[in-house]
Structures are given as C-alpha cells and as structure tokens.
C-alpha cells in the first residue's frame, strides 16, 4: 500500500505493478497530485544545484539520466530545454568585490567561476556542461541582463507537467491493476510483533503487510503513527508567477538562473529562476518561505512584488503586465535538508519515502529504483510480470491537431466541435474524457489539471460556468453541489437570486 498519491507515490505504485497488481494508493485529497505535486517549477533538474555527496544530488543527477525512458509510453510530454546559469557582477558578494582589482574581479567572473561550476558538475557525474561569454550568453537570451559577463549552460535540464505525469503514472498504475482511493486519510498504521498488519483510515481499517510512506509533508506524521519515525518535516512555501504564453513563448528559449557564490543565498533554496512550462508560458519563482502550516498555499501581493524585484534585475523587461496567475506549494523538506528513503529497521514492512523537496521530481525514477530494492528485499516479485501494459492511452488535444483530423473526429462525435474553452482550445469531448477517466476528474481543478480549462488568459471567466454545468450533468448533481477542489470548497452559494428571498441570508 502507497500512502501519498504525488509524483512519487504513484511513479512507486506504477513500478510496483510491474511486478504484482496487487497495489492500492491511498490519499485524503479529491484528487491525485494535490499537494507539492501541482505546485511546482516543473523542471527536472540536472543536479548541478544541489550540494556535493547528498542523497538528493546522486538521486537528481541519476534520475535525470533516467527520464526519458520513465516518461515512455506514458503519452506525457517531455523536452530538454536546458539551463543557463548567468554570471554577473552580482554573482560575487560585495565585500569581497571591493577587496578585489578590476583586472582579477573580471577574471573571476569571465573565467574562475564559470569554470568552478563546470568542475562541480563533472564532480557529480554532470558531462557536457559548456562555458559561454558574454556574447554567447546574449544571443542565447537576448532578454538576460546586458550585465552578463559569462555563463554555462548545462544541456540536461528538462521540462515535464508535474500534475499530468502523476495523472499519467496513477492511471498507468490502474490499467495494471492498481487501485487508486481518494478522500481517504490515513489515521493509525496497525502495527504487531513489530511488523506491518493495517492502515486504519477515517472509512475503516485496510489489511497490509507493507506500507511505503510518500505522504509529503505529512510523510512525519504517518511515520509516527508506525512508530517508524525520527524526523521532522518542517514545511517551506513556494510561491511562483505565471505570464500569458501569447505574449511570453518565446521570451526565454531555456530556464535561466543567476549564479550567486556560496553563501549568498539567505533561503535554503537554489534561489528560483525564469523558466518556461512545456505548454509555453513564462514562470519566474519560487520563492522559500518557512511557514508552520502545512496546507498554506496563500500568497500575498508582497511576495508577488518579491518575485517581480527578486528578478528584475535577471530579465530588466519582462513583460510584467503579462502575468495571468500566481501558485504557492509546500514543500517538505526535513531539518537535515535531504531526502529520507530507507525500510524501517522498527517495523517490518514500513518504507519512508520523506523529504521530498526539490529536485523530487526530477530524482523520480532513481526514487523509485531506491525503494523498489527495499521492496524486493520485503518480499515484492523480483521478475515483472509477462503481462504488464506498457502503454497508457491518451486523449487527443484538440488544440495540437490539424484541420483534417479535428473534421475526423467531430464527424464521428459533435462534441469534439463544442469549444468550452476559448484561450485553450479546449472541447467539451475532452472535458468528457477527464470526468470519465481512469482516476476521474470530479472537481473543476481536476478538470483544469487534465485539460487546461481555465488556464488561459481569462483565467476561467468564459469557459468556468460551461465546465461546471458538465461537472453537474455527468455526475448527476445539482450544480450548487459543483466544487472547486473537493470538499470544503464550494463553487457557488446557491441559485440565482436564491439569496434575496425571504428568510434567506447571502451569508456561506
């Protein structure tokens, strides 16, 4: 059983069904991906940020060597958009400018640091990194500072949709056989003679000899309850901006990022940068933030303006009228900064897969790999099974075909021609296939996640009322009932004018 239903619970899930259908994934949200998940920069990172000889860095720099076979057949779309690290005067603290001559200051941003951070890569086993000057550097990014003095980039940096993967592993995961449970919290692991019997959830009790634990930033609290634990999550809030693709596609053709030396940094972060997302919009963030609640995603117009001040300097003209939308995510990074995999030597049968921050993503598949060897050891088959299905089956995206194939499918189904969605392009056939999915979408942010209604310029404003009217119509309920993201968040207060009734109050 896989407590977590994140990236990392069902890639673990999906792998597991390699060997034995037998797996459920348990997770209190509506949905899957609802935790860091949905909240990230959705770069897959090379390792190069990371600090020498953690389990984070071997597991990022592993991970990402093992991407694009982890993505195959899942129909997900992935690319390698690269890294630039740009080094300025700012790269260098001031007092240690100031005791410098500007012959050997030039020197060390032109060629000691750019080389220092080649080094370091080959360190890690990160190959191919190559240094730029400063005319390289800007016609690579014309939009980077005109202060660039050099740069590397580092080939290896990709870019992946966090949400549609871990939709894509969960749904690959059940047509093996997997079952994916949702609205179900883990409340009590049922432990006897020092082994694994049940998890006890708040709809009853499940009987299981193994549980691995990938609970995020709850991952603390479900290893207590196993009596399986020893570290602490303390959560850390990253918030990121979000600019129209129209008018950003082509604004950066990399991630980019300014180098700061060693100490520079006053957050436990590799600082954020500019990034694109696969689908083209322009991202600059995430910031790091220590809060003590666990589920603060709110984000204020003095961090949005941090953001806008954090890297002005990097790109002096972006496009900041442009920006169309702002998420935070929280992320569970452990008091020793690094990951926590390990079966527990207390109970038997009990894996933690905790601290998983950044570079989670990106170290997925070596993730997996890791745990996948404590589950062998625990019992799980050794030889996959001759009738895995490799492929997931996926549903066209309207948006990316070409006239002759959206004329073949609108003949064969109208719905196929009723656009719910103006700024995404998005067909009521495709908002169909998301309710009626392998893990389904039942709330309108997980519709958004599987079809990217809402995630236009109008941020929901035309296509918002359309999607919720199918929701209502497929699932049977009155469109009051229609939430945003589950329980406890409710779309409308009722019908119109409902409230100007007598006896009624517009009070929720």
């Given at each position: 059983?896989?407590?977590?239903?994140?990236?990392?619970?069902?890639?673990?899930?999906r792998?597991?069904?390699?060997?034995?259908?037998?797996?459920?994934?348990?997770?209190?949200?509506?949905?899957?991906?609802?935790?860091?998940?949905?909240?990230?920069n959705?770069?897959?990172?090379?390792?190069?940020g990371?600090?020498?000889?953690?389990?984070?860095?071997?597991?990022?720099?592993?991970?990402?060597?093992?991407?694009?076979?982890?993505?195959?057949?899942?129909?997900?779309?992935?690319?390698?958009?690269?890294?630039?690290?740009?080094?300025?005067?700012?790269?260098?603290?001031?007092?240690?400018?100031?005791?410098?001559?500007?012959?050997?200051?030039?020197e060390?941003?032109?060629?000691?640091?750019?080389?220092g951070?080649?080094?370091?890569?080959k360190?890690?086993?990160?190959?191919g990194?190559?240094?730029?000057?400063?005319e390289?550097?800007?016609?690579?990014e014309p939009?980077?500072?005109?202060?660039?003095?050099?740069?590397?980039?580092?080939?290896?940096?990709?870019?992946?949709?966090?949400?549609?993967?871990?939709?894509?592993?969960?749904?690959?995961?059940?047509?093996n056989?997997?079952?994916?449970?949702?609205n179900?919290?883990?409340?009590g692991?049922?432990?006897?003679?020092?082994?694994?019997?049940?998890?006890?959830?708040?709809?009853?009790?499940?009987?299981?000899?193994?549980?691995?634990?990938?609970?995020g930033?709850?991952?603390?609290?479900?290893?207590?309850?196993?009596?399986?634990g020893?570290?602490?999550?303390?959560?850390r809030?990253?918030?990121?901006?979000?600019?129209?693709?129209?008018v950003t596609?082509?604004?950066?053709?990399?991630?980019?990022?300014?180098?700061?030396?060693?100490?520079m940094?006053?957050?436990?972060?590799?600082?954020?940068?500019?990034?694109?997302t696969?689908?083209?919009?322009?991202?600059?963030?995430?910031t790091?933030?220590?809060?003590?609640?666990?589920?603060d995603?709110?984000?204020?117009?003095?961090e949005?303006?941090?953001i806008f001040e954090?890297?002005?300097?990097?790109?002096?003209?972006?496009?900041?009228?442009?920006?169309?939308s702002?998420?935070?995510?929280?992320?569970?990074?452990?008091?020793?900064?690094?990951?926590v995999?390990?079966?527990?030597?207390?109970?038997?049968?009990?894996?933690?897969?905790?601290?998983?921050?950044?570079?989670?993503?990106?170290?997925?598949?070596?993730?997996?790999?890791?745990?996948m060897g404590?589950?062998?050891?625990?019992?799980?088959?050794r030889?996959?099974?001759?009738d895995?299905?490799?492929?997931?089956?996926?549903?066209?995206?309207?948006?990316?075909?070409?006239?002759?194939?959206?004329?073949?499918?609108?003949?064969?189904?109208?719905?196929?021609g009723?656009?719910?969605?103006?700024?995404?392009?998005?067909?009521?056939?495709?908002?169909?296939?998301?309710?009626?999915?392998?893990?389904?979408?039942?709330?309108?942010?997980?519709?958004?996640?599987?079809?990217r209604?809402g995630?236009?310029?109008?941020?929901?404003?035309?296509?918002?009322?359309?999607?919720?009217?199918?929701?209502?119509?497929?699932?049977?309920?009155?469109?009051?009932?229609?939430?945003?993201?589950?329980?406890?968040?409710?779309?409308?207060?009722?019908?119109n004018?409902?409230?100007?009734?007598?006896?009624?109050?517009?009070?929720?």
């Open positions: 059983m896989v407590v977590g239903a994140g990236i990392i619970g069902c890639a673990i899930a792998e597991i069904t390699r060997y034995l259908p037998d797996v459920v994934v348990l997770d209190k949200e509506n949905d899957v991906a609802c935790g860091a998940s949905k909240a990230n959705a770069e897959v990172h090379s390792g190069i990371e600090d020498a000889g953690t389990l984070k860095q071997k597991l990022n720099v592993r991970g990402n060597r093992m991407y694009d076979e982890f993505v195959a057949g899942l129909g997900v779309d992935f690319r390698r958009q690269g890294l630039l690290i740009v080094v300025t005067p700012r790269s260098v603290p001031p007092e240690v400018a100031e005791k410098m001559g500007p012959e050997e200051l030039d060390l941003l032109r060629v000691k640091i750019p080389e951070i080649v080094a370091y890569g360190a890690a086993g990160i190959e990194l190559r240094i730029l000057n400063r390289e550097v800007l016609a690579r939009n980077v500072t005109p202060e660039a003095v050099s740069g590397v980039f580092d080939p290896h940096y990709g870019l992946v949709c966090p949400y549609k993967l871990t939709i894509a592993l969960a749904e690959h995961a059940v047509i056989g997997a079952r994916v449970i949702l179900t919290e883990v409340t692991i049922r432990v006897e003679d020092g082994e694994v019997r049940g998890v006890i959830t708040n709809r009853g009790e499940i009987a299981t000899g193994l549980v691995i634990n990938a609970a930033v709850f991952a603390d609290e479900v290893a207590e309850m196993a009596g399986a020893g570290f602490r999550i303390h959560p809030k990253g918030a990121t901006l979000l600019f129209d693709r129209q596609s082509e604004y950066v053709r990399s991630s980019v990022a300014l180098f700061r030396m060693p100490g940094k006053k957050e436990r972060s590799k600082g954020g940068g500019a990034m694109p696969v689908e083209g919009n322009l991202q600059l963030g995430p790091a933030v220590e809060v003590e609640d666990k589920y995603t709110s984000i204020s117009a003095e949005i303006e941090e954090r890297f002005h300097y990097l790109l002096p003209n972006f496009p900041k009228e442009a920006v169309i702002a998420f935070s995510g929280v992320r569970a990074p452990t008091h020793e900064e690094d990951f995999i390990e079966a527990s030597e207390r109970v038997r049968g009990f894996v933690n897969v905790a601290g998983i921050q950044s570079p989670g993503l990106a170290s997925a598949p070596a993730i997996v790999e890791m745990v404590f589950l062998h050891e625990l019992g799980i088959p030889e996959p099974r001759p895995f299905d490799p492929i997931r089956p996926t549903t066209p995206r309207f948006a990316e075909l070409d006239d002759r194939e959206r004329d073949s499918l609108i003949r064969k189904d109208p719905r196929w009723n656009i719910v969605c103006r700024c995404e392009y998005v067909t009521e056939a495709e908002v169909l296939a998301a309710i009626h999915s392998l893990v389904p979408a039942t709330d309108m942010d997980g519709v958004k996640r599987r079809t209604t995630m236009g310029r109008c941020q929901g404003g035309f296509c918002g009322h359309r999607v919720a009217a199918i929701l209502a119509r497929e699932l049977g309920i009155p469109v009051t009932e229609v939430t945003k993201s589950g329980g406890g968040s409710p779309l409308y207060l009722g019908e004018k409902e409230f100007l009734q007598p006896g009624r109050s517009g009070h929720a």
